[in-house]
Antibody, heavy 114, light 109 residues
């Protein structure tokens, strides 16, 4: 059974870089597509991007996003630069296969506040 | 960018009733649409993929249909645990990206 777990700082200051890591267990990160998705409080879901050898990012966030993988640790990471209060959200890591997301982490709330 | 519009925004029904949720795409998706259920404080859970295929472990009361631009999620007889928010999701080929509908909240009447 594949499991994903997000980790990272619980609070980020405006203009700084948000950094999160997703640890994958029960399967190899060398296959499939590994994604970050976020959800502002009380709002809908927004896809941020994925890594699978190459990367693909949401055009609305592309200039600020980097997703990378550490295969030795079976982890992948998100960096989102120059954050503002609008980036406050629950951040999920998720695996996608072909066109849909089959496994998700539990999510981690990242407030952006001074 | 393909936009997904879900309706209604809120659906009020009683246990045992039939629920019909709609997702309309701004461009044809063929059959590549998925549905998710999200309960408060939880991650979304995959229900349906490729428009009509139930994910592993999803009860038979959940069914999906449609193609092109109009898709439907049907819950044949609502159980108390089915009251949640439901999202549809699609993948665009170019640029490769994923979008979600704004969600339908299914609440107890």
């Amino acid at each position: 059974q594949v499991q994903l777990q997000e980790s990272g700082p619980g609070l980020v200051k405006p203009s700084e870089t948000l950094s999160l890591t997703c640890t994958v267990s029960g399967g190899s990160i060398s296959s499939y597509y590994w994604n970050w998705i976020r959800q502002p409080p009380g709002k809908g879901l927004e896809w941020i991007g994925y890594y699978s050898g190459s990367t693909s990012y949401n055009p609305s966030l592309k200039s600020r996003v980097t997703i990378s993988v550490d295969t030795s640790k079976n982890q992948f990471s998100l960096k989102l630069s120059s954050v503002t209060a609008a980036d406050t959200a629950v951040y999920y890591c998720a695996r996608h296969i072909t066109t849909y997301f089959d496994y998700w982490g539990q999510g981690t709330l990242v407030p952006v506040s001074s | 960018e393909i936009v997904l519009t879900q309706s209604p925004a809120t659906l009020s029904l009683s246990p045992g009733e039939r629920a019909t949720l709609s997702c309309r795409a701004s461009q044809s998706l063929s059959i590549y649409l998925a549905w998710y259920q999200q309960k408060p404080g939880q991650a979304p859970r995959l229900l349906i993929y490729d428009a009509s295929n139930r994910a592993t472990g999803i009860p038979a009361r959940f069914s999906g249909s449609g193609s092109g631009t109009d898709f439907t999620l049907t819950i044949s007889s609502l159980e108390p645990e089915d009251f949640a928010v439901y999202y549809c999701q699609q993948r665009s080929n170019w640029p490769p990206m994923y979008t979600f509908g704004q969600g339908t909240k299914l609440e107890i009447k």
